[in-house]
């Protein structure tokens, strides 16, 4: 987990206590107070965590480093699988695509406005990415082109920020979360939304249980919703 007091902690659950503290070399904004950590990912190699700045923290094999990848603030950050890729996206318009053994960037990807959301697919073969516009691009990363934009025909609100975002667990369609109180299920193929919830109040978050089975979602008044994931062919 990571949070505004500037940690990370690493939680074992069978073993039921904190097993580890990571913090930060504290940012701090213009004012001069502390900038709180935003988001984080981890795997079994990496931890990559950001805020309210445009520092990027990378703790690699007990290594500490800090990275100023971007102009603005970073919202989000994903560890892509089965490679040492971080994206990491903000609110200068860009996603960077970072090696950490090459301890370079190989890619930038580019939307209209600030990033918010970020998300690989399972293979690791592609890259969505929303925004607070909330556009959604999905990239291939083999080739760093932007396959599909996928747009709402008729946003429910003004507010329409991207919140959340998960390929399916087999890849076939793509979950979004947004502002707009809406969690959309996407054939990304086609671009078409083929299934809709909507929630009481802004969307936050949402998850999939172990067997892909349920669908766990939040909304920003405290609601919590426990969907059935059927597979389609739409």
């Known amino acids: 987990t990571g949070a505004r007091d500037n940690q990370v902690l690493i939680y074992s659950s069978s073993k039921r206590t904190i097993i580890a503290r990571l913090s930060h070399y ?5 004012t001069g107070s ?3 950590l935003r988001t984080c990912a981890i795997d ?9 700045t445009s520092q990027v923290y990378i703790w690699q094999h007990g290594q500490f480093s800090s990275h100023k990848f971007h102009k603005d603030w970073v919202d989000c950050c994903a560890i892509a699988p089965n490679s040492d890729w971080i994206a990491t996206g903000a609110r200068d318009n860009q996603v960077l695509i970072y ?3 090459k301890r370079t960037i190989i890619a930038r990807l580019s939307h209209d406005s600030w990033v918010t959301s970020l998300s690989f697919s399972s293979d690791g073969n592609y890259l969505a990415t929303g925004c607070f516009e909330g ?6 990363m083999r080739n760093y082109e932007c396959l599909q934009t996928l747009r709402r025909p008729h946003p429910s609100s003004q507010h329409h920020s991207i919140t959340g975002l998960s390929f399916t667990p087999n ?16 054939n990304v193929t086609r671009g078409k939304v083929v ?7 802004p969307a936050t978050c949402f998850s999939f249980n172990s067997s892909a089975r349920l669908l766990s979602s939040a909304d920003s008044v405290g609601n919590v919703y426990l969907l059935e994931y059927v597979a389609s062919s739409n």
Not at 135 to 140: E, N, Y
Not at 195 to 201: K, M, Q, T, Y
């Open 26 to 30: 504290p940012t701090k904004y213009d």
């Open 195 to 201: 299934s809709e919830f909507v929630h009481a109040a």
């Open 99 to 101: 090696s950490s053994s």
């Open 34 to 36: 502390t900038a709180p």
């Open 135 to 140: 556009t959604i691009r999905v990239w291939d």
């Open 171 to 186: 890849g076939g369609k793509l979950i979004s979360v947004s502002m707009d109180t809406s969690l959309l299920i996407w």
């Open 44 to 52: 079994s190699k990496l931890i990559v965590a950001a805020g309210w």
